[in-house]
């Protein structure tokens, strides 16, 4: 079973940025959509965005122009930049590794907090 582990978390103050990886245990990502996902307090998880094996990103409209993915298939590794960022995207995210639209393999998480 692939493990992926998420780093790049922390407080950030508005308008700053934050690099989130999410690096997997085996060469994988490369063959799958791989998503961000972020669950605020007393919200459901939310999809943030993804990016296929071809490279096609897609984002939600919350984040659209702020917020990026991108993947190193040589480190296993796919990224979150998010600019600009805002005290309602204080969350935890997670990636997942999409297999299926029922079946994939999520992250521990890591937390982000905006605020001054």
């Known amino acids: 079973q692939v493990q992926l582990v998420e780093s790049g978390g922390g407080l950030v103050q508005p308008g700053g940025s934050l690099r989130l990886s999410c690096t997997a245990s085996?060469?994988?990502?490369?063959?799958?959509?791989m998503g961000w996902y972020r669950q605020a307090p007393g919200k459901q998880r939310e999809l943030v965005g993804h990016?296929?094996?071809?490279?096609?990103?897609n984002y939600a409209e919350s984040v659209e122009g702020r917020f990026s993915i991108s993947r190193d298939n040589a480190k296993n590794t796919v990224y979150l930049q998010m600019n600009s960022l805002k005290p309602e995207d204080t969350a935890v995210y997670y990636c997942?590794?999409?297999?299926?639209?029922?079946?994939?393999?999520w992250g521990q998480g890591t937390q982000v907090t905006v605020s001054s």
């Open positions: 085996r060469s994988i990502l490369r063959f799958n959509t």
């Open positions: 997942k590794l999409i297999y299926s639209a029922l079946a994939g393999v």
């Open positions: 990016i296929t094996s071809g490279d096609v990103t």
